[in-house]
């Protein structure tokens, strides 16, 4: 049995809510390892708590939040929200673990990842949002000397580990380029993860998501998750428009909240664009949607560098439901969709490419069947979650250098 301590800033409380963080954490408890999660809640809103979900120990904190916008409160939430998680759980941050396991980006939790630095036995950083160049090429962080300041306090907690997994083959060249290579640290391939589908989950079922579909005879695409900026929320809306005018019964359906979320509801309450938004829903009931559409959107923004790989396609993936993937072209996740026949690349900010995949998709039932089967088999092939546990759970215990 290992100790193992997980230091996140999204960890889901709900009974029947997941994500990433969790479902992990949950699978390295059923192995019988001790699991603590010090969960430093980026969002800032649910309550401090300490619970017991699924055998895992979660203590949970909400980020500090200033009333105002600006350099403070930037200050406040980045740099004391970890302090403060951790003087309030000094129990877990003191421990010894022989595993602890830190999340992108590195700066929302400098100081457990210091503490761990120093006590934990091996240190296994996943690296998937790249800071603060992201947050620069969409305009939401300005300034250079500010970008340099935080690439050079990201860099210096990155390099206190002893292993790095990303997403691809392309993110694990674009982290040594971006953060340079240290002497005797690992950074090797670790694809994002999802459980399978579980057996008791009730699709096709038409009623409990008529509220969202409204009718049965159209041809539906969907785009889930966070409605923020760098997403391609506003190419989106522009292909949902283009699709619609061209095959009136074709209707994009965008769910989640964000940033943007107020944008998508504007539209979606015109007439006649295309548009269904919907808040977010229980999981049994997004996987229920799913099963009653065309494909799923992924979609990002032009002139970015940063290569990205979108966890929401997994959920499509599991479904068979083919990728189209609006994606910029320093990414090899459309090269990877392409190549498995599981989808549609094109590029990012294009909304008349976008469209066309949709329409394609609507026109031809076939194609989206095979492409959708496609889509799945890569599913099990790269991204289940045993898999994943797995690979770098053997990597880290065979390797005897740290």
Same mark, same amino acid.
């Given at each position: 049995?290992?100790?193992?301590?997980?230091?996140?800033?999204?960890?889901?409380? &709900?009974?029947?809510?997941?994500?990433?963080?969790? &479902?992990?954490?949950?699978?390295?408890? %059923? %192995?019988?390892?001790?699991?603590? +999660?010090?969960?430093?809640?980026?969002?800032?809103?649910?309550?401090?708590?300490?619970?017991?979900?699924?055998?895992?120990? +979660?203590?949970?904190?909400?980020?500090?939040?200033?009333?105002?916008?600006?350099?403070?409160?930037?200050?406040?939430?980045?740099?004391?929200?970890?302090?403060?998680?951790?003087?309030?759980?000094? $129990?877990? =941050?003191?421990?010894?673990?022989?595993?602890?396991?830190?999340?992108?980006?590195?700066?929302?939790?400098?100081?457990?990842?210091?503490?761990?630095?120093?006590?934990?036995?091996?240190?296994?950083?996943?690296?998937?949002?790249?800071?603060?160049?992201?947050?620069?090429?969409?305009?939401?962080?300005?300034?250079?000397?500010?970008?340099?300041?935080?690439?050079?306090?990201? %860099?210096?907690?990155?390099?206190?580990?002893?292993?790095?997994?990303?997403?691809?083959?392309?993110?694990?060249?674009?982290?040594? &380029?971006?953060?340079?290579?240290?002497?005797?640290?690992?950074?090797?391939?670790?694809?994002?993860?999802?459980?399978?589908?579980?057996?008791?989950?009730?699709?096709?079922?038409?009623?409990?998501?008529? &509220?969202?579909?409204?009718?049965?005879?159209?041809?539906?695409?969907?785009?889930?998750?966070?409605?923020?900026?760098?997403?391609?929320?506003?190419?989106?809306?522009?292909?949902?428009?283009?699709?619609?005018?061209?095959?009136?019964?074709?209707?994009?359906?965008?769910?989640?909240?964000?940033?943007?979320?107020? $944008?998508?509801?504007?539209?979606?309450?015109?007439?006649?664009?295309?548009?269904?938004?919907?808040?977010?829903?229980?999981? $049994?009931?997004?996987?229920?949607?799913?099963?009653?559409?065309?494909?799923?959107?992924?979609?990002?923004?032009?002139?970015?560098? +940063?290569?990205?790989?979108?966890?929401?396609?997994?959920?499509? =993936?599991?479904?068979?439901?083919?990728?189209?993937?609006?994606?910029?072209? $320093?990414?090899?996740?459309?090269?990877?969709?392409?190549?498995?026949?599981? /989808?549609?690349?094109?590029?990012?900010?294009?909304?008349?490419?976008?469209?066309?995949?949709?329409?394609?998709?609507?026109?031809?039932?076939?194609?989206?069947?095979?492409? /959708?089967?496609?889509?799945?088999?890569?599913?099990?092939?790269?991204?289940?979650?045993?898999?994943?546990?797995? /690979?770098? =759970?053997?990597?880290?215990?065979?390797?005897?250098?740290?």
């Amino acid at each position: 049995m290992k100790k193992i301590l997980f230091i996140c800033t999204k960890y889901p409380l &709900e009974p029947n809510n997941s994500w990433l963080t969790r &479902e992990m954490a949950e699978e390295l408890s %059923r %192995r019988g390892n001790s699991v603590d +999660v010090l969960c430093i809640d980026w969002s800032a809103k649910s309550k401090s708590i300490k619970t017991v979900l699924n055998n895992v120990n +979660v203590y949970n904190i909400p980020a500090l939040m200033a009333k105002k916008s600006g350099v403070l409160s930037f200050a406040i939430k980045w740099f004391l929200s970890s302090v403060v998680a951790s003087i309030k759980n000094p $129990t877990v =941050m003191f421990n010894r673990y022989d595993l602890t396991i830190g999340f992108s980006p590195c700066s929302s939790t400098w100081f457990p990842i210091f503490i761990s630095s120093l006590l934990s036995k091996k240190k296994l950083l996943i690296y998937w949002d790249f800071f603060p160049i992201h947050q620069s090429q969409i305009n939401l962080i300005n300034g250079k000397f500010k970008e340099k300041v935080l690439k050079f306090f990201e %860099r210096r907690l990155v390099h206190s580990f002893d292993y790095v997994g990303c997403m691809s083959a392309l993110n694990c060249n674009f982290f040594k &380029e971006y953060f340079g290579e240290k002497r005797g640290k690992h950074v090797f391939e670790l694809p994002i993860w999802s459980e399978d589908l579980p057996q008791d989950v009730p699709l096709n079922n038409f009623k409990k998501c008529a &509220e969202i579909l409204k009718s049965n005879d159209s041809i539906y695409f969907i785009f889930g998750g966070q409605i923020e900026y760098g997403r391609g929320v506003e190419c989106i809306l522009d292909a949902a428009r283009i699709a619609h005018a061209k095959n009136p019964h074709i209707v994009t359906i965008i769910i989640g909240n964000g940033r943007l979320a107020e $944008t998508v509801k504007n539209v979606a309450n015109l007439k006649d664009n295309g548009v269904i938004y919907s808040d977010l829903i229980p999981r $049994t009931d997004y996987l229920n949607l799913l099963s009653f559409c065309r494909g799923g959107i992924i979609a990002t923004v032009p002139n970015v560098s +940063v290569p990205t790989y979108p966890s929401k396609s997994l959920d499509y =993936m599991k479904l068979s439901l083919p990728i189209i993937a609006s994606i910029e072209d $320093t990414t090899d996740f459309g090269d990877i969709i392409t190549e498995e026949n599981a /989808g549609i690349s094109c590029p990012a900010g294009d909304a008349e490419a976008l469209a066309d995949a949709m329409i394609l998709l609507a026109n031809d039932f076939a194609l989206a069947q095979n492409m /959708g089967r496609n889509a799945n088999i890569l599913f099990h092939k790269k991204h289940v979650l045993t898999k994943v546990v797995d /690979g770098f =759970m053997k990597y880290i215990d065979e390797d005897n250098n740290v």
